[in-house]
Nanobody, 119 residues
Framework: QVQLVESGGGLVQAGGSLRLSCAAF????????MGWHRQAPGKPRLLVAT???????NYVDSVKGRFTISRDSAKNTVYLQMNSLKPEDTAVYYC?????????????WGLGTQVTVSS
C-alpha cells in the first residue's frame, strides 16, 4: 500500500510564496515521474508541473518562471516552490507519482492541499 501525503498549503496574499511538499510512504522500490496538478472550483484538474527520475522538468505556461518543482529521491518527496502567487493560482493542489512496487508501476494520488491566494 502506498500513500502520498501533501503539506504546505494555506492562505497567502497575492505576490507571496508557498512551498508544497508531498511525501510517498509504503513498500516502494522506486519512483519514476512525479508531478503536481491543481483543481479550482468548478474546473477540471489540470497539470501544473512534472519532474522525472532524472530531474527533467516541465511546467504549464501559466506558472513558468514563478513555480519550481524539485524532488528528494532519498526521501521519496516532491516539492513545489510557488512564488509571485496570483489569485488565479487558488486551487486544491494534488501530487501524483508513478511508483514501482515489486514488479508493477502504478500511478498514485494524494488527497490534496488547499492553496488560497487573496487579492
Amino acid at each position: 500500500q502506498v500513500q502520498l501525503v501533501e503539506s504546505g498549503g494555506g492562505l497567502v496574499q497575492a505576490g507571496g510564496s508557498l512551498r508544497l511538499s508531498c511525501a510517498a510512504f509504503g513498500s516502494i522500490s522506486s519512483i519514476n515521474a512525479m508531478g503536481w496538478h491543481r483543481q479550482a472550483p468548478g474546473k477540471p484538474r489540470l497539470l501544473v508541473a512534472t519532474i522525472d527520475s532524472g530531474g527533467s522538468t516541465n511546467y504549464v505556461d501559466s506558472v513558468k518562471g514563478r513555480f519550481t518543482i524539485s524532488r528528494d529521491s532519498a526521501k521519496n518527496t516532491v516539492y513545489l516552490q510557488m512564488n509571485s502567487l496570483k489569485p488565479e493560482d487558488t486551487a486544491v493542489y494534488y501530487c501524483n507519482a508513478d511508483i514501482l512496487l515489486d514488479y508493477d508501476v502504478n500511478n498514485y494520488w494524494g488527497l490534496g492541499t488547499q492553496v488560497t491566494v487573496s487579492s
